[in-house]
Nanobody, 127 residues
């Protein structure tokens, strides 16, 4: 059983930065692809970023390219999402997700591609 715990959310002014973390436990972290998704009130959960188990490939939603950077530290069993130049529309609950084994991009950019989810961390952006 995989457990995922997000942290790092909070209140930030527009233009500011936050770094989200996702601590992974229960199974070998290096076998898992990791993704970040977000869900604003009244909206569907949407893809933000993903990184493959090897760390060799990353994927981003167009809305965050150039501002968010997904990374992982296999020694710490943690995935990260530094977020810069935050906008009011970036406000949402952010969730990390894990998918075991080999996967192509199409399987990493949708919620159905993941097996395990964290509880989420809230990001609020004031204008």
């Amino acid at each position: 059983q995989v457990q995922l715990v997000e942290s790092g959310g909070g209140l930030v002014q527009a233009g500011g930065s936050l770094r989200l973390s996702c601590a992974h436990s229960g199974r070998p972290f290096s076998n898992y692809n990791m993704g970040w998704f977000r869900q604003a009130p009244g909206k569907e959960r949407e893809f933000v970023a993903a990184i493959t188990w090897s760390g060799e490939s990353t994927y981003y939603a167009d809305s965050v390219k150039g501002r968010f950077t997904i990374s992982r530290d296999n020694a710490k069993n943690t995935a990260y999402l530094p977020m810069n130049s935050l906008r009011p529309e970036s406000a949402a609950d952010y969730y990390c997700a894990a998918r075991y084994g080999m996967a192509q991009a199409v399987g990493l950019v949708t919620t159905s591609g993941y097996d395990d989810w964290g509880q989420g961390t809230q990001v609020t952006v004031s204008s």
